[in-house]
């Protein structure tokens, strides 16, 4: 082959036509998807924020518990009421309030193959 006929060619514009397309599709797909990711993610830091107070909070009832456990004779806590006691301390103070990880950001790979095909010479001059 001495170079690409017209027909090729032709059949190579329609893949860069439709490529060219299609990226733009993927690109506005992309942008709705990043500002879906912002809204989600403002949510998760207003839930973060309600959950920090509710921790807080859980960590006060924890300090109480211990205070009154504490202030407790020995035989007490030694005893059932005193074992019953502990383990619904150790519910509320092993609770998981761990926050919420913030949803990163969608990559999409560079779509430049429409220009890499549409650059390629047609012969080898």
């Known amino acids: ?11 190579i514009g329609n893949f860069v036509t439709e490529l060219n397309t299609l990226s733009e599709r993927i690109n506005t797909e992309r942008d709705n998807a990043r500002e879906a990711i ?9 839930y ?8 807080d909070c859980r960590d006060g009832l924890v300090q109480q518990m211990h205070d009154y456990y504490d ?17 619904w301390l150790d519910e509320w103070e092993s609770a998981e309030l761990d926050n919420l990880d913030l949803v ?3 990559e999409v790979p560079d779509l430049e193959h429409a220009a890499v095909l549409d650059e390629l010479p047609t012969s080898p001059e």
């Open 48 to 55: 973060n924020k309600v959950l920090k107070q509710a921790r």
């Open 71 to 87: 202030g407790k004779p020995e035989a007490w806590r030694e005893g059932e009421e005193g074992d019953s006691y502990a383990t």
């Open 38 to 46: 912002a809204k989600l993610n403002e949510k998760i830091q207003q």
């Open 104 to 106: 990163e950001q969608i």
């Open 1 to 11: 082959m001495e170079k690409i006929s017209e027909e090729d060619q032709g059949e």
